[in-house]
């Protein structure tokens, strides 16, 4: 079997997707259990359905941007067609890993297996990761400024939780800039120089159990650098309007879950924004698949505020909308993509044998 095949099928294991729904729903369950809340289920029929159908359009929105962004990225090369394919495996992957390890080793696979040699699959992931990771350190300190301190929580924390959520946050920042700086280095500005510190560092002692690994990501490195050198304005441009545009409809769908049960002024809008940012960076932190039981655990605090009895009911659905599907459509996806790309792989090895033999 390929090798990268068996990479594909262990990470997508039936155990993998396991474990996350099962975090998710114990914490879901204990949410409303340890404080007898079972009943405040009930109110979900007060909703507003307009504003639940508006996340479910921002849902679709964000999506579709996802897509507009990796076809753009890969200069048009995957169809609509392979970018949803592309989208959905990625989502899929993401959501059965930590959030602080991402799907990014598997989305190199996926789209090396659309057909994109490995030196550009490499280089769109790490751009991808660079895009992603910029908007978050540019946007939270505009989001620290407009809110004037309020972004961190306060309901149902004590000083000395709040103090361990804002260590949290700026350790996570802090992590966030540190990589996406040396990502830009490495891919933009030096990457032989990159390769050779990789080489250096872990020639002493310890770390030369990482030498041939390192070895390797230097080699990535400069593949990537190479595939992104070159590219215009325009395509720029557009990298960067679609992460803004995806990152804020990803946002933008708890405004819409929110307003769906408790009135929404525009301040209080760009407040939960701002907060939403803010507690994705802690949440990037998180060592469960997709961050399963934790945001589940967090979520109260960040937004029980606005919502006060409707706090529940809201992350359950958050979590409905945002996470669960992915794990669904991905189960889906995933047989037909193999198939699809393995079989192609197969076909095509076939007929160069043929042709090798003629």
């Known amino acids: 079997m390929d090798q990268n095949k068996k990479t594909i099928l262990k990470s997508f294991s039936p155990i993998k997707v396991l474990i996350p729904v099962l975090l998710g729903l114990g914490a879901t369950a204990w949410i409303f259990i340890k404080d007898d809340r079972v009943n405040e289920l009930k109110g979900i029929a007060q909703a507003n359905v307009w504003w639940l159908m508006a996340a479910l359009v921002v849902l679709v929105i964000r999506d579709a941007g996802y897509m507009y962004r990796i076809r753009s990225l890969t200069d048009k090369y995957l169809t609509w067609r392979n970018s949803v394919d592309v989208i959905m495996l990625w989502e899929f992957a993401s959501a059965i890993t930590p959030s602080v390890v991402g799907g990014t080793t598997i989305a190199t696979i996926i789209l090396n297996k659309e057909g994109i040699p490995l030196g550009k699959s490499l280089a769109y992931v790490m751009l991808t990761a660079v895009l992603d990771n910029m908007f978050f350190i540019v946007a939270a300190p505009i989001a620290l400024l407009l809110t ?19 260590s949290a946050f700026y350790i996570s920042y802090g992590l966030i800039a540190v990589y996406t700086f040396v990502m830009i280095y490495a891919l933009f500005v030096r990457p032989r120089a990159f390769k050779w510190l990789l080489l250096k560092a872990t020639s002493l002692g310890f770390l030369r159990k990482w030498r041939v690994q390192a070895f390797q990501h230097g080699n990535e490195i400069i593949w990537a650098s190479e595939q992104l050198k070159g590219k215009d ?7 960067i309007i679609s992460t803004v545009f995806v990152w804020s409809a990803r946002y933008f769908l708890l405004n ?61 659905l958050y979590r409905l909308i945002t996470y669960y599907p992915y794990l669904i459509l991905g189960s889906i996806f995933l047989p037909r993509w193999i198939a699809k790309v393995f079989g192609r792989q197969h076909k095509e090895q076939e007929e160069l044998a043929s042709r090798y033999k003629n």
Not at 233 to 239: G, P, V
């Open 256 to 316: 819409c879950l929110i307003a769906a049960f408790v009135e929404v002024g525009f301040a209080e809008h760009l407040l939960i924004l701002s907060r939403n940012l803010i507690f994705w960076i802690v949440m990037l932190i998180a060592i469960t698949p997709g961050g399963a039981g934790i945001v589940e655990m967090a979520f109260p605090s960040f937004f029980g505020l606005f919502l006060g009895p409707f706090s529940g009911i809201v992350v359950v």
């Open 148 to 166: 004037q301190g309020q972004v961190f929580p306060t309901f149902n924390l004590d000083p000395a939780d709040m103090a361990k959520l804002q």
């Open 233 to 239: 304005f325009n395509y720029w441009a557009r990298a």
